[in-house]
Nanobody, 121 residues
Framework: QVQLVESGGGLVQAGGSLRLSCATSRLTFSLYDMGWFRQAPGKEREFVAGITSIDRTSSTDSVKGRFTVSKDNAKNTVYLQMNSLKPEDTAVYYC???????????????WGKGTLVTVSS
């Protein structure tokens, strides 16, 4: 079955950077739209950033100018570069895949298990 495996999470001080990776298998990666989501303790999961099969990117307002989503079709991997991290970015970060996604918030069929990002103040 389709597999998505996130990596790159960890503990970082405020102002620092991390790059998350999501390696996929058993899907035609270049045809899929990929999204990054996060869930902070006690909060609902929220959309962070996404990149479509034709490399159109989008992100939520709170991360604009700090986070960048990209992908490498040859490696079947999507990335989330996170700079200027803030304590409020602390969350479990998930990647997700969908085909011809019209709205990243409308539901994605495939999900990874997540990677924890902790930003200390």
């Amino acid at each position: 079955q389709v597999q998505l495996v996130e990596s790159g999470g960890g503990l970082v001080q405020a102002g620092g950077s991390l790059r998350l990776s999501c390696a996929t298998s058993r899907l035609t990666f270049s045809l899929y739209d990929m999204g990054w989501f996060r869930q902070a303790p006690g909060k609902e999961r929220e959309f962070v950033a996404g990149i479509t099969s034709i490399d159109r990117t989008s992100s939520t307002d709170s991360v604009k100018g700090r986070f960048t989503v990209s992908k490498d079709n040859a490696k079947n991997t999507v990335y989330l570069q996170m700079n200027s991290l803030k304590p409020e970015d602390t969350a479990v970060y998930y990647c997700a895949a969908g085909y011809r996604v019209t709205d990243f918030n409308a539901g994605m069929p495939y999900w990874g298990k997540g990677t924890l990002v902790t930003v200390s103040s």
